[in-house]
Nanobody, 127 residues
């Protein structure tokens, strides 16, 4: 069973920072593709950041230079450091995962690539 538990959301003023964390297992972290998504009520869920198997990263254009995705292999977490937050970053943020087939590079921001989802954590940015 795949468990993804997000934490770290909250309310912050524009320009501030938050760090989200997605707790999972060593099994998932080593064998699954993982990414962060977000969703605003009434809009489609969009990919924010994803990890490639080789350690490279993939970002939504609007967060490039502000957000950083990383993995902590000791704590078995997928983290998202969010700096210079803007009002448009307000959303529920979700951790996502799906089994990586042999040789798959991962790194996708396509929502239908993922089948396992966390419960989400709210991020609210005020101006």
């Amino acid at each position: 069973q795949v468990t993804l538990v997000e934490s770290g959301g909250g309310s912050v003023e524009a320009g501030g920072s938050l760090r989200l964390s997605c707790a999972t297992s060593n099994y998932v972290q080593s064998r699954y593709c993982m990414a962060w998504f977000r969703q605003v009520p009434g809009k489609s869920r969009e990919g924010v950041a994803a990890m490639f198997r080789d350690g490279n990263t993939n970002y939504l254009d609007s967060v490039k230079g502000r957000f950083t995705i990383s993995q902590d292999t000791v704590k078995n977490t997928l983290d998202l450091q969010m700096n210079s937050l803007e009002r448009d970053d307000t959303a529920v943020y979700y951790c996502a995962a799906d089994y990586a087939v042999s040789g798959e590079p991962c790194g996708s921001l396509y929502v239908f690539r993922y089948v396992e989802w966390g419960q989400g954590t709210q991020v609210t940015v005020s101006s």
